[in-house]
């Protein structure tokens, strides 16, 4: 069992950035591929970024491509997106994930929520 705590959510104003982290609690956190989702208001939960165990391959959803970016530190067990030039329609909450492998992730965080101001 993996149990994941994202932090780092807020209030910004389009064009301002976040970074969000998310710290899990197992040792044997290389292992696992990381992933964020987000999910808007009314609206199904999307793919946003992923990072292998090593941190050596990404994946970005298109709608977010040159303006996030997704690390790791496995000394830490943390994982993070930095988001850039934030719009609107980035609001919504936002999940960290662990899995073996993209697509498919077991364990899921609380979640946090990113507002941004027009």
């Known amino acids: 069992q993996v149990q994941l705590a994202e932090s780092g959510g807020g209030l910004v104003q389009a064009g301002g950035s976040l970074r969000l982290s998310c710290v899990a609690s197992?040792?044997?956190?290389?292992?696992?591929?990381m992933g964020w989702f987000r999910q808007a208001p009314g609206k199904e939960r999307e793919f946003v970024a992923t990072?292998?165990?090593?941190?050596?391959?990404?994946r970005y959803a298109d709608s977010v491509k040159g303006r996030f970016t997704i690390s790791r530190d496995n000394a830490k067990n943390t994982v993070y997106l930095q988001m850039n030039s934030l719009k609107p329609e980035d609001t919504a909450v936002y999940y960290c994930?662990?899995?073996?492998?993209?697509?498919?992730?077991?364990?899921w965080g609380q979640g946090t929520q990113v507002t941004v101001s027009s």
């Open positions: 994930a662990a899995g073996r492998a993209y697509p498919n992730y077991d364990y």
């Open positions: 197992r040792r044997s956190f290389t292992s696992y591929t």
């Open positions: 990072v292998t165990w090593s941190g050596g391959s990404t």
